[in-house]
Antibody, heavy 119, light 108 residues
Framework: EVQLVESGGGLVQPGGSLRLSCAASGFTFSNFDMHWVRQATGKSLEWVSGIGAAGDANYPGSVKGRFTISRENAKNSLYLQMNSLRAGDTAVYYC?????????????WGRGTLVSVSS | EIVLTQSPGTLSLSPGERATLSCRASQSVSSSYLAWYQQKPGQAPRLLIYGASIRATDIPDRFSGSGSGTDFTLTISRLEPEDFAVYYCQQYGNSPVTFGQGTRLEIK
């Protein structure tokens, strides 16, 4: 079964850091682009980072310089290092798979991990 | 970045009826790189349509997508009880990829 399982969410103070992890199974992880998409409660979806199969990373302006995406193909794992966190970063963070390399629509989603930024 | 505006915000229909959801882009979406997702409460989104009109794996044929340029439509031909959910469009032709604000499809 193709599966993505996130971990690492929790409560963090403004200005703090958190590292999310995603364990992939059921497919050849190294062949796919991987991404993080977040969703604040009651809001729409926001793409926050993507990494190609070769390790090239991309970010939107809202998190560039604060978030770092990385992957470890040997461990079938994706990571998101989040620094300088703000209240506006509070959301459920989904690990998602890019359906086709270089075409960033998302066919497999994890169940998400909740990040809360509050003092 | 491309802004996607979905309408209506909420659509109230009965099972068996036809649903038409709209997604309008602030600028042309390259090569019809537009996807639709369905999200039910407490669940992750599920991919329905990509390339504006191609159904994803295991998606029933009552779901269809159409459109090009700046105007796209998701049609559900005959609503089943399990279709009542929130639907999002997403463009992936320009970076950053962006999502619409969603259309809530509720039972009338």
């Amino acid at each position: 079964e193709v599966q993505l399982v996130e971990s690492g969410g929790g409560l963090v103070q403004p200005g703090g850091s958190l590292r999310l992890s995603c364990a992939a199974s059921g497919f050849t992880f190294s062949n796919f682009d991987m991404h993080w998409v977040r969703q604040a409660t009651g809001k729409s979806l926001e793409w926050v980072s993507g990494i190609g199969a070769a390790g090239d990373a991309n970010y939107p302006g809202s998190v560039k310089g604060r978030f770092t995406i990385s992957r470890e193909n040997a461990k079938n794992s994706l990571y998101l290092q989040m620094n300088s966190l703000r209240a506006g970063d509070t959301a459920v963070y989904y690990c998602v798979r890019g359906a086709v390399r270089a075409y960033w629509y998302f066919d497999i989603w994890g169940r998400g991990t909740l990040v809360s930024v509050s003092s | 970045e491309i802004v996607l505006t979905q309408s209506p915000g909420t659509l109230s229909l009965s099972p068996g009826e036809r649903a038409t959801l709209s997604c309008r882009a602030s600028q042309s979406v390259s090569s019809s790189y537009l996807a639709w997702y369905q999200q039910k409460p407490g669940q992750a989104p599920r991919l329905l349509i990509y390339g504006a009109s191609i159904r994803a794996t295991d998606i029933p044929d009552r779901f269809s997508g159409s459109g090009s340029g700046t105007d796209f439509t998701l049609t559900i031909s005959r609503l089943e009880p399990e279709d009542f959910a929130v639907y999002y469009c997403q463009q992936y032709g320009n970076s950053p990829v962006t999502f619409g604000q969603g259309t809530r499809l509720e039972i009338k």
